[in-house]
């Protein structure tokens, strides 16, 4: 008898067939009785969900452009996926995004994204998502953000001082890390009230950016393969490390995550408090106590330090630039930021820094280029929605992306352009409706950024501090190669030969 005997191949092609069958009746069900049937859009991303596998894995990130032109050719609104609708019409964003009067559900196939499904950001209902954002929203209000501006601005004095010694020893520095050194030490702070020293490490901790960047490709991975990361997580660390893969800077990334939960949970234990941190707010609350689990928290914590980082960095990164290339530009900031101080200790306020209209125009620019999260980001709704002629059935997962509203050049002409002036000159479009009001890099509605306020902070104090301070002009950086956004990783990300966003640092 052979390896496998007459049956065993009898079973498997019965088997292979039955798969088959069920396959293409399925395809057929999608692209005829599907509720989404009527909608425009091709019949390969009716069919099934590998269309978005061949866009985002096969071709690495390129999903998002490749919607772009499902739009050239079909309309407004297109099916790009089996179970899943795109409109781009920046005028019906916040039909999609709604404030939370109204109920939106994220997706539950998107959220795998997380990696979890029990922080505010995965969570898939509308209600408990309010539940556990409650308690994060007065950390994150304007009044307590700037309650803590004396503690940013700590950390912007010794970004500072590390810039001033890099010029002092004529090192080149890679100014996108050093950025994401000042934000990350600043949320860790803020999140566990422990100190980070990124900023003094001497390649200012780039290890930590690159796990970042990790965790964002993870995330399309995860989308695609959910049960993958349960699998990373239990491989033994010292396996991932030897085989260099990306998974082990996220292992010790959540381990390190979840011994700072767990002091937080310990120190309550025994009777004290982490003061100014904002799991003792979430501890204070009166959330139920499995919402205080340290499971629940460290996926908390997880979301919160990543969202944190990576997104402000880049876009003073992006900012300091593109104001280092123009010097008619930089100039102007600079005039403009001297009307503003220094006080007496040499700092500027944040008060002073928030009325200062071309400050603000440059770092809307900075923002609305960075994007924030790049990736398609639906939300669900229970009743039927209506745009133009078509009724969207409940429970459809719908989207815009905040990348293609910042860079549709009816409202932004010339997107790939950093024109702060364009924030000055005309605020407001023909139709009498602000332009600010398109600049999405936040979203907008129940589920848009929790950390906008601490992010305009940081951006004012660190740029004003930083741009009144020291010349960075670029070191071997091209827009093109390494601050364009080319692949869609969740947040964007440059060309994969970029060396980073580098500069020489000159005092004035
Ligand atoms: C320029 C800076 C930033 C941009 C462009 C940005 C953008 C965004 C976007 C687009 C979302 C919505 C994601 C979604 O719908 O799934 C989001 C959510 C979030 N952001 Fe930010 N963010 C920034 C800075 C920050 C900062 C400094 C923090 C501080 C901790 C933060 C914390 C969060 C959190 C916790 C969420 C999840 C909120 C929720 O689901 O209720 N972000 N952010």
């Given at each position: 008898?052979?390896?496998?005997?007459?049956?065993?191949v009898?079973?498997?092609?019965?088997?292979?067939?039955l798969?088959?069958l069920?396959?293409?009746?399925?395809?057929?069900?999608?692209?005829?009785?599907?509720?989404?049937?009527?909608?425009?859009?091709?019949?390969?991303?009716?069919?099934?969900e590998?269309?978005?596998?061949?866009?985002?894995?096969?071709?690495?990130?390129?999903?998002?452009w490749?919607i772009?032109?499902?739009?050239?050719?079909?309309g407004?609104?297109?099916?790009?996926?089996?179970n899943?609708?795109?409109i781009?019409?920046?005028?019906?964003?916040?039909?999609?995004?709604?404030?939370?009067?109204?109920?939106?559900?994220?997706?539950?196939?998107?959220?795998?994204?997380?990696?979890?499904?029990?922080?505010?950001?995965?969570?898939?209902?509308h209600?408990?998502?309010?539940l556990?954002?409650a308690p994060l929203?007065?950390?994150f209000?304007?009044?307590?953000i700037?309650?803590?501006?004396?503690?940013?601005?700590?950390?912007?004095?010794?970004?500072?001082?590390?810039?001033?010694?890099?010029?002092?020893?004529?090192?080149?520095?890679r100014?996108?890390?050093?950025?994401?050194?000042?934000?990350?030490d600043?949320?860790?702070?803020?999140?566990f009230?422990?100190?980070?020293?990124h900023?003094d490490?001497?390649?200012?901790g780039?290890?930590?950016?690159?796990?970042?960047i990790?965790?964002?490709a993870n995330?399309?991975?995860?989308?695609?393969?959910?049960?993958l990361?349960?699998?990373?997580?239990?491989?033994?660390?010292?396996?991932?490390?030897?085989?260099r893969h990306p998974?082990?800077?996220?292992?010790?990334?959540?381990?390190m995550?979840?011994?700072?939960?767990?002091?937080?949970?310990?120190?309550n234990?025994?009777?004290?408090?982490?003061?100014?941190?904002?799991?003792?707010?979430?501890?204070?609350?009166?959330?139920?106590?499995?919402?205080?689990s340290?499971?629940r928290?460290?996926?908390?914590?997880?979301?919160?330090?990543a969202?944190?980082?990576?997104?402000?960095?880049?876009?003073?990164?992006?900012?300091?630039?593109h104001?280092?290339?123009?010097?008619?530009?930089?100039?102007?900031?600079?005039?403009?930021?001297?009307?503003?101080?220094?006080?007496a200790?040499?700092?500027?306020s944040?008060?002073?820094?928030?009325?200062?209209?071309?400050?603000?125009?440059c770092?809307?620019?900075?923002?609305?280029m960075?994007?924030?999260?790049?990736?398609?980001?639906?939300?669900?709704?229970?009743?039927?929605?209506?745009?133009?002629?078509?009724?969207i059935?409940?429970?459809?997962?719908?989207?815009?992306?905040?990348?293609?509203?910042n860079n549709?050049?009816?409202?932004?002409?010339r997107?790939?352009?950093?024109?702060?002036?364009?924030?000055?000159?005309?605020?407001?479009?023909?139709?009498?409706?602000?332009?600010?009001?398109?600049?999405?890099?936040?979203?907008?509605?129940s589920?848009?950024?929790?950390?906008?306020?601490?992010?305009?902070?940081?951006?004012?104090?660190?740029?004003?501090?930083?741009?009144?301070?020291?010349?960075?002009?670029?070191?071997?950086?091209?827009?093109?190669?390494?601050?364009?956004?080319?692949?869609?990783?969740?947040?964007?990300?440059?060309?994969a030969?970029?060396?980073?966003i580098?500069?020489?640092?000159?005092?004035?």
């Open positions: 008898m052979g390896v496998f005997d007459t049956s065993t009898a079973l498997t092609a019965y088997g292979a067939g798969v088959l069920y396959s293409a009746a399925l395809a057929i069900y999608r692209v005829t009785l599907h509720p989404l049937a009527r909608f425009p859009g091709p019949k390969l991303a009716a069919t099934t590998w269309y978005e596998f061949y866009h985002d894995i096969v071709r690495q990130g390129q999903f998002i490749h772009q032109k499902l739009h050239d050719q079909y407004p609104i297109v099916r790009i996926l089996p899943e609708l795109h781009r019409d920046p005028d019906y964003y916040d039909e999609i995004y709604a404030p939370s009067s109204k109920k939106r559900d994220k997706s539950e196939a998107w959220v795998k994204v997380a990696g979890n499904t029990t922080s505010a950001f995965a969570t898939v209902d209600h408990m998502h309010r556990r954002r929203n007065p950390f209000s304007k009044k307590s700037t309650d803590k501006e004396s503690q940013i601005l700590e950390k912007v004095e010794h970004l500072c001082h590390r810039l001033a010694a890099a010029a002092g020893s004529n090192e080149i520095v100014v996108d890390v050093a950025f994401t050194a000042l934000t990350m600043i949320i860790t702070d803020f999140a009230g422990e100190r980070t020293y900023l490490e001497p390649d200012f780039v290890r930590w950016k690159e796990t970042l990790a965790q964002s995330a399309v991975f995860l989308r695609q393969f959910p049960w990361w349960p699998v990373l997580q239990r491989t033994p660390l010292r396996l991932l490390q030897w085989l998974a082990a800077g996220l292992v010790v990334w959540r381990d995550t979840r011994e700072r939960i767990e002091r937080i949970i310990a120190t234990e025994a009777g004290k408090r982490a003061e100014g941190s904002i799991f003792q707010t979430v501890l204070d609350s009166d959330l139920p106590a499995q919402e205080k340290a499971e928290l460290e996926a908390e914590a997880q979301v919160v330090l969202a944190g980082t990576e997104t402000t960095a880049k876009s003073l990164a992006m900012i300091a630039f104001l280092n290339e123009d010097a008619g530009k930089l100039q102007r900031l600079r005039d403009e930021i001297a009307t503003a101080g220094p006080e200790d040499g700092s500027y944040l008060a002073k820094l928030e009325k200062l209209p071309y400050l603000t125009a770092i809307m620019e900075g923002v609305r960075m994007s924030g999260v790049t990736t398609r980001l639906p939300r669900v709704a229970h009743e039927p929605l209506q745009y133009r002629d078509w009724s059935p409940p429970g459809t997962p719908v989207s815009q992306m905040n990348y293609v509203v549709d050049p009816d409202l932004f002409p997107p790939l352009e950093f024109r702060p002036e364009r924030w000055v000159d005309a605020p407001e479009r023909a139709d009498g409706r602000r332009l600010d009001r398109y600049m999405v890099s936040f979203m907008r509605g589920r848009s950024c929790i950390g906008i306020n601490l992010a305009w902070a940081e951006l004012y104090l660190a740029l004003a501090h930083v741009v009144a301070r020291f010349d960075l002009p670029s070191y071997d950086t091209t827009a093109e190669r390494d601050l364009v956004i080319d692949r869609d990783l969740f947040v964007g990300v440059p060309k030969e970029s060396k980073g580098r500069a020489k640092v000159v005092c004035r």
